[in-house]
């Protein structure tokens, strides 16, 4: 059983797609910080439903609240980091859940070099953050392949909907991260307490 990490894109469909074809089973999990994202996210899950004729549980964690406190405790240099330390304490969460109810493996729909947080050294850099293993379906298919199977399995019209543009996201991101560097960024916060205010919010639904 695995956990799937949504974001209401076009990748992550597909990458939960395509183990669900290995005849694995997943449930999945979307870190709120926008209404029509979660719009999103629950359509695709309800495609799934149809599709693999099943029910999915979906995990909702609460992810403004954790971005906001980033930028009020880093250094204004530091902002540039907030898609790592995003993704980083979306793996941290997701582990958490996947500890808590018996889920082997994160699924992620990372596709190297796609986006700044997604090069090779960031992709190292985002993995340090846990010890479950992350697994990436599309890590090495190019972006027409996986547009090419959202349109197959009736993904693409939903995740390709206009949604509000994340507001989180610095004009220039980090692209080549220094481990050290983020976990110095992250002495500042107290990333447990973070964590366990996301759980104890937790919402969980079936669709």
Not at 145 to 155: C, L, P, Q, S, V
Request: aromatic share 10%; net charge positive; proline share 2%.
């Amino acid at each position: 059983m695995f956990l799937s990490l949504n974001s209401g894109g076009i990748d992550s469909p597909v990458a939960a797609y395509l183990v669900l074809k290995k005849r694995y089973d997943l449930d999945f999990i979307y870190f709120r910080t926008d209404a029509e994202s979660e719009k999103k996210t629950l359509k695709t899950i309800k495609i799934f439903s149809d599709i693999f004729k099943k029910k999915f549980k979906l995990y909702s964690i609460d992810h403004a609240s954790i971005l906001n406190e980033f930028l009020e405790k880093s250094g204004r240099w530091d902002r540039k980091f907030i898609c790592i330390f995003c993704k980083r304490m979306m793996y941290r969460i997701s582990a958490e859940i996947s500890e808590k109810y018996g889920y082997k493996a994160l699924v992620t729909g990372e596709n190297i070099g796609q986006v700044a947080s997604q090069t090779l050294q960031n992709l190292y850099v985002l993995e340090q953050s846990v010890n479950i293993p992350i697994l990436r379906p599309l890590l090495c298919m190019d972006k027409q392949e996986i547009i090419d199977t959202a349109k197959k399995i009736g993904t693409y019209e939903t995740s390709v909907k206009k949604s509000i543009k994340c507001q989180y996201v610095p004009k220039y991101p980090a692209i080549n991260t220094n481990l050290e560097r983020i976990l110095k960024i992250e002495e500042k916060i107290e990333i447990k307490k973070m964590i366990e205010a996301s759980l104890k919010n937790l919402e969980v639904n079936i669709i």
